[in-house]
T-cell receptor, first 116, second 115 residues
Framework: KAGVTQTPRYLIKTRGQQVTLSCSPI?????VSWYQQTPGQGLQFLFE???????NKGNFPGRFSGRQFSNSRSEMNVSTLELGDSALYLC???????????????FGPGTRLTVL | AQSVAQPEDQVNVAEGNPLTVKCTYS??????LFWYVQYPNRGLQFLLK??????LVKGSYGFEAEFNKSQTSFHLKKPSALVSDSALYFC?????????????FGAGTRLFVKA
């Protein structure tokens, strides 16, 4: 079974631009979560989507948004990029409909975004 | 507010010796606890989890972790370290009551295993 895939793997943008990152979960997984990883802040939760609906949201400004499609694929968008948005963006998918079942998350390799 | 603390930025251990990576948490209720490992230029890989039941849980690659409710700790252990265990380790917590998969991660502990 294929793992979580993320595209692109590397991205270089300039301040003020916008960017869209894509994530394809493991087949059969309906929950997709996004995390931002930076050396200073570590891993921070951005948002989670389930059945095309945002179910949880972290403490990020409105410039960060996402969506999920009917095939569970997800995209996240960052508008008006800032230097501080440079990070590794990780996508994770999970089996099951609820986190209460205790399923772990499966992570993709990430998209390394550099903002110049 | 829920939080996860990994008090050591780095742990150094010689190959063949036992290793411990520490984790404490501050979360109300009965959280779910996880350990993940990250190798360079890779995403996170799941190692093990505590949901309920036996306090000692066993996971991948010979790792185990002990849940201690009174000390709110979930330390990762391995009886005999390998050089290939060198990586970045994350402790994580999830509150089942949130209903989703939102997970809070510790800052990470870098493990160096010397040959």
């Amino acid at each position: 079974k294929a793992g979580v895939t993320q595209t692109p793997r590397y991205l270089i943008k300039t301040r003020g631009q916008q960017v869209t990152l894509s994530c394809s979960p493991i087949s059969g997984h309906r929950s997709v979560s996004w995390y931002q990883q930076t050396p200073g802040q570590g891993l921070q939760f951005l948002f989670e989507y389930f059945s095309e609906t945002q179910r949880n949201k972290g403490n990020f400004p409105g410039r960060f948004s996402g969506r999920q499609f009917s095939n569970s694929r997800s995209e996240m968008n960052v508008s008006t990029l800032e230097l501080g948005d440079s990070a590794l963006y990780l996508c994770a998918s999970s089996l099951g409909t609820s986190g209460r079942a205790g399923h772990e998350q499966f992570f993709g390799p990430g998209t390394r975004l550099t903002v110049l | 507010a829920q939080s996860v603390a990994q008090p050591e930025d780095q742990v150094n251990v010689a190959e063949g010796n036992p290793l411990t990576v520490k984790c404490t948490y501050s979360v109300s209720g009965n959280p779910y606890l996880f350990w993940y490992v990250q190798y360079p230029n890779r995403g996170l890989q799941f190692l093990l989890k505590y949901i309920t039941g036996d306090n000692l849980v066993k996971g991948s690659y010979g790792f185990e972790a002990e849940f201690n409710k009174s000390q709110t700790s979930f330390h990762l252990k391995k009886p005999s370290a390998l050089v290939s265990d060198s990586a970045l380790y994350f402790c994580a917590v999830r509150r089942p009551r949130t209903g989703g998969f939102k997970t809070i991660f510790g800052a990470g502990t870098r493990l160096f295993v010397k040959a």
